[in-house]
């Protein structure tokens, strides 16, 4: 919010009397004053929450039902994209989800106190909490606009439309910073851009913090090969996608073998562990996920089951045993599987 947007809103504030017929009167007037105005966008929102501050409780009632109409309607809207891209009518998807995002854009502005984020998961609260610290309240919006815009830059890809792709990734991240489908989602596009390759590997890099399952690892894992690949150092490449078919086999990381060793006519060598970890370690490639993000969810997960929200802590918990395999989590986790989640120490 602009300087001059603070001091419209606070001067309309400070008219605020306390008499309700008087006070709606006037806030619909200066609605109708700055709906014009160069600011209008913000100005008009911060009028709306006043008016809805100043209304009975009764009628709050029914304006947050019929707000919970409307959500409901952009989840079925972005659904409704969803199945249209599982049919391949990518043009009408796109269409639709444009209509979509101009329909919500706007409903949420951040500001000196407050930022607004679109998150996932419990989880990511606290992971952008540790990795992106702020004096600001964080405050979660009803809207999945993160989502939104990844697919949209899905749909600007299927056209070839890779500027207009890379914007939408990045404010698909600027709306949450520690999703890892957008981050990855990103690193596609630059591959898609071509002669992007320090750019994709930052992208990749940037992904890996948030990489918490084996599936995921397997994947930062391929696009590392990728990246080598790309790099000309077969090598290099093959060892990142055995490395990831440890973690989680994929048909993506057999092709690549497949095409490596037809391209050196050459059969990959039987690889020890500590090999692989060596020729990783040469090339600044991570071994394992981010020790403080696995440690935050296990910390969420505890949280949860202190609040006796079961089912995210089954969620977190799950991540943590996936990537671990520790005892005392599997056994958390078991707990929880078989509801004895009140005898968990």
């Known amino acids: 919010m602009t300087e001059y947007t603070q001091y419209i809103v606070s001067h ?28 209008s966008a913000d100005i008009l929102r911060e009028i709306a929450s006043m008016m809805y501050e100043i209304l009975p409780d009764d009628q709050k009632e029914q304006v947050g039902d019929r707000l919970k109409d409307l959500h409901d309607n952009f989840e079925t809207t972005y659904q409704a994209v969803l199945d249209m891209i599982k049919c391949n009518d990518t043009a009408k998807a796109r269409t ?11 409903r949420y502005v951040n500001d000196d106190k407050n930022i607004y984020l679109s998150l996932n998961h419990i989880m990511e609260l606290y992971e952008y909490s540790y990795y992106f610290k702020t004096d600001r309240n964080i405050k979660c919006t009803d809207v999945m606009y993160n989502e939104y ?3 949209y830059a899905q749909l600007l890809c299927a ?20 999703d890892l489908e957008s981050h990855l989602q990103l690193a596609e596009v630059y591959i898609l851009m071509g002669n992007h390759d ?13 990489c918490c399952t084996r599936a995921t690892m397997a994947r930062y894992y391929r696009n590392m090969g990728r990246y080598y690949l790309d790099k000309y150092k077969p090598e290099t490449a093959r060892a990142l996608y055995v490395y990831s078919n440890i973690y989680f086999s994929s048909e993506a990381a057999d092709s690549a073998l497949q095409f490596i060793e037809s391209a050196l006519n050459a059969p990959a060598p039987k690889y020890e562990i500590k090999e692989l970890q060596q020729i990783l370690e040469e090339n600044d490639v991570k071994l394992g996920p981010d020790a403080d993000t696995i440690g935050i969810i296990y910390r969420v997960g505890n949280l949860m089951l202190e609040s006796k929200d079961y ?21 958390i986790l078991a707990q929880l599987m078989n509801s004895q989640a009140d005898d968990i120490q």
């Open 12 to 39: 309309i504030r400070g008219q605020i009397t306390g008499d309700y017929e008087k006070d709606m009167q006037y806030l619909y007037d200066c609605s109708e004053k700055y709906k014009e105005d160069e600011e």
């Open 96 to 106: 639709m989800i444009e209509e979509l995002i101009a329909s919500v854009e706007g």
């Open 149 to 151: 815009y990844r697919t």
């Open 159 to 178: 056209t070839g439309e890779y500027g207009k792709a890379l914007d939408a990734c990045n404010t698909a991240l600027e709306w949450n910073p520690v």
């Open 198 to 210: 320090e750019e994709y590997r930052q992208a990749t890099e940037n992904a890996y913090r948030y």
């Open 311 to 331: 089912d995210r802590a089954r969620d977190c918990f799950a991540i943590v045993y996936d990537i671990t395999q520790d005892e005392e989590t599997g056994t």
